[in-house]
T-cell receptor, first 107, second 115 residues
Framework: SQKIEQNSEALNIQEGKTATLTCNYTNYSPAYLQWYRQDPGRGPVFLLLIRENEKEKRKERLKVTFDTTLKQSLFHITASQPADSATYLCALDSRTFGIGTKLQVIP | DVKVTQSSRYLVKRTGEKVFLECVQDMDHENMFWYRQDPGLGLRLIYFSYDVKMKEKGDIPEGYSVSREKKERFSLILESASTNQTSMYLC??????????????FGPGTRLTVT
């Protein structure tokens, strides 16, 4: 069965720096991959979807890459702000979610 | 804006009680999902529904049932609550087809404690 791993449980970075979060999967390459943000005690909020034929997708300060050879997606937040502090989840489909990386942006 | 609402934010029930969690979405989405989320385990799919009166088991359906009598409403039922069902329960919905068909919209969650 497909497995998904987010390499870090927690990541601390300084305000203004670029945060990079990693999502790795096993087995077959998915048709798409999604990233969500989740604040404590709240439901996840959809951020970005990248399809298998797309190498990169951007939305404001967010950038997602998708490398089907490495079976990996990277999620970048540039010029990070304390308000970006949250847990970020990657998902391959409605059944397969990573456990998330908790990002803390330090002022 | 898509809105997915859940009937309660916090719920405390006793072991053996029958528990109903309700979810309503207002965007005419075909697919609806129930998950539970536990520390270190992430989101796990309990049941989903792709149409009224249709349901499919997810990865952890034991101890749960669902009901979808109307398109906008998807209920999760704990037939006889047990302490190992203490968790955060999340409902989600997606549209079928089109550019935005895979984006899941989640409700705020229900923190259920079974004592």
């Amino acid at each position: 069965s497909q497995k998904i791993e987010q390499n870090s449980e927690a990541l601390n970075i300084q305000e203004g720096k670029t945060a990079t979060l990693t999502c790795n999967y096993t087995n077959y390459s998915p048709a798409y991959l999604q990233w969500y943000r989740q604040d404590p005690g709240r439901g996840p909020v959809f951020l970005l979807l990248i399809r298998e034929n797309e190498k990169e997708k951007r939305k404001e300060r967010l950038k997602v890459t998708f490398d089907t050879t490495l079976k990996q997606s990277l999620f970048h937040i540039t010029a990070s702000q304390p308000a970006d502090s949250a847990t970020y989840l990657c998902a391959l489909d409605s059944r397969t979610f990573g456990i998330g990386t908790k990002l803390q942006v330090i002022p | 804006d898509v809105k997915v609402t859940q009937s309660s934010r916090y719920l405390v029930k006793r072991t053996g009680e029958k528990v109903f969690l309700e979810c309503v979405q207002d965007m005419d989405h075909e697919n609806m999902f129930w998950y539970r989320q536990d520390p270190g385990l992430g989101l796990r799919l309990i049941y989903f529904s792709y149409d009224v009166k249709m349901k499919e088991k997810g990865d952890i359906p034991e101890g749960y049932s669902v009901s979808r009598e109307k398109k906008e409403r998807f209920s999760l039922i704990l037939e006889s609550a047990s302490t190992n069902q203490t968790s955060m329960y999340l409902c989600a919905s997606t549209k079928v087809g089109g550019r935005y068909s895979y984006e899941q919209y989640f409700g705020p969650g229900t923190r259920l404690t079974v004592t």
